[in-house]
């Protein structure tokens, strides 16, 4: 494999939480998938830990919605960008190292995936009576597919432009510290965590090929990959998205109701990702953004009012209140 060039700009952590109830301190380690933004918040109690990147979203809506306080959740800090959540110490953790990861306060891990971590976040609410209904519909499953994947949306590129872009900003950084960082920690690992060094090594090294040296037939076929990825989202938002949106006289504001529920703690990370891609902003008007996805066409009245609604809640401005991601 070549030589890691020089890395660009730190890229940043964040924090997110988790919560058990209030006499209870659980540990929540969450990462924060936004190669662009970062808190740097101290914060006790309940444990999570994030970087700011991708499909795993912003555990500060989903508690600040549900009536947790900081008092409530103890924040862990890993920083994704430099691959923390690789070190042998995280791994005995989560042995898949994966974020967010829930751990109750006996010290059990419950959940390492963000669907069962936000689905856990509800059931343990300190105020349940905030949480709206959940649709039972497949939106949630959607959002978390591969067809309309944001964390790639926001690695992938489309044509030469994009490719050197992405590789000499933050998204090159970012794939270059965490690929030095799983090369650091296999060499001093414990036998027990080789076959996972192993595996990462080689995952991670694939994206880092891609972005420094990859063949022509290769960036070909990234390229065809990643459009495909777009032209998948623009048909999502136009198409299906707005089926899924409730009427706001009749219905509620959210897909919960009168108080945002299961779906759509998972759907305004996913807009918000979608948005930040684009050079969306924190606010009413972030939603857009996500214009330039639909080839210059409005975002659809039904979504932006959605993302309307969301950016009027305190929730939504305590969570971004340092910008998307």
Known sequence: MASIPPCGPPLPPSPCESTLKFSHQCRCYHYHHSLVMHTNRAYTNTVVQ????????????????????????????????????????????????????????????????????????????????????????????????????????????????????????????????????????????????????????VHNGLMYTHLFGISAKAKQALFNKTTRLWDSIKEFITEALPGYLPEPESEGKFIGGAAPGEDDFHLVAWLGRIALVNGGAADASGVDAISKVLEGAAVPAKVKAYWVNWASTEAFKKAYADGLH
């Not at 829930?102 to 419950?110: D, K, M, R, T």
């Not at 069962?116 to 597919?145: C, Q, T």
């Not at 309309?148 to 432009?161: L, Q, S, T």
């Open 50 to 201: 994030n970087f700011r990147s991708d499909h795993i979203y912003d555990l500060y809506i989903r508690s600040a919605a549900l009536g947790y306080t900081d008092a409530d959740i103890e924040l862990k800090q890993i920083n994704l960008a430099e691959g923390e959540n690789f070190k042998p110490g995280f791994l005995k953790i989560n042995r898949n190292g994966t974020l967010p990861t829930l751990v109750e306060p006996n010290g059990y891990i419950v959940h390492g995936r963000t669907k069962s971590v936000v689905r856990y976040l509800i059931k343990h609410a300190p105020k349940p009576e905030l949480a709206g209904k959940s649709s039972g519909s497949d939106l949630i499953e959607k959002l978390h597919s591969d067809a309309v994947d944001p964390n790639f949306a926001m690695i992938g590129f489309r044509n030469d432009e994009e490719l050197a872009e992405k590789a000499k900003g933050s998204v090159g950084a970012y794939i270059a510290q965490r690929q030095a960082a799983l090369q650091k920690y296999a060499d001093t690992s414990p036998p027990e965590f080789e076959e996972f060094y192993e595996s990462k090594i």
